[in-house]
């Protein structure tokens, strides 16, 4: 599987990104492009420590039930969001987009960005398991948008 933090693979999430214009539709869903933008740059401030989020014990209880099953198979599209990551209103997409390529490219810097431990909803986090979910997610809705 390719790795965020591998030069040439966030290379490439890099460039998918950059393909994104303002009239790009996604091919399922409800979010317009600079919504899904705000979208995905919410998940990586979590684990950058810059946004943090409370959950009630059953959701984290829940979360580390389904952990292994969601990072060893594909994203489904309508998948549960959390409230911190659901944006409906309006944004400057070129300022989001290029908001996101930096915040991606800073996973070029290796693991040491990662300032969370353990996550609100999945429980205790390896390496591994951030970088699976981060190039997950982020990869997900790239394929939404079509690039």
């Known amino acids: 599987m390719p790795s965020i933090f591998n ?6 999430l890099i460039n998918r990104i950059e393909k994104l214009t303002p009239t790009t539709a996604a091919q399922w869903g409800k979010m ?3 919504q899904m933008l705000k979208h995905t740059i919410a998940p990586i401030d979590v684990v950058f420590g810059d946004l943090v989020l409370k959950m009630p014990f059953y959701l984290g209880w829940l979360g ?3 952990k ?3 990072l060893n198979n594909e994203f489904k599209k309508g998948s549960p969001t959390a409230k911190e990551f659901i944006f409906t209103g309006s944004y400057d997409f070129e ?10 490219r800073k996973f070029q810097d290796g693991t040491k960005v990662i300032k969370l431990e353990k ?3 999945w429980g205790k986090m390896t390496t591994q398991e951030w970088d699976t979910l981060m190039w997950k997610h982020l ?8 690039v």
Not at 95 to 104: A, D, F, H, M, V
């Open 139 to 146: 990869d997900h809705h790239l394929k939404q948008f079509g």
């Open 64 to 66: 580390r039930l389904f």
């Open 119 to 121: 996550h609100p909803f």
């Open 68 to 70: 292994k099953s969601v």
């Open 95 to 104: 300022k989001s987009k290029q908001e996101l390529i930096e915040k991606t």
């Open 32 to 34: 317009s492009v600079d």
């Open 7 to 12: 030069l040439n693979d966030n290379q490439e």
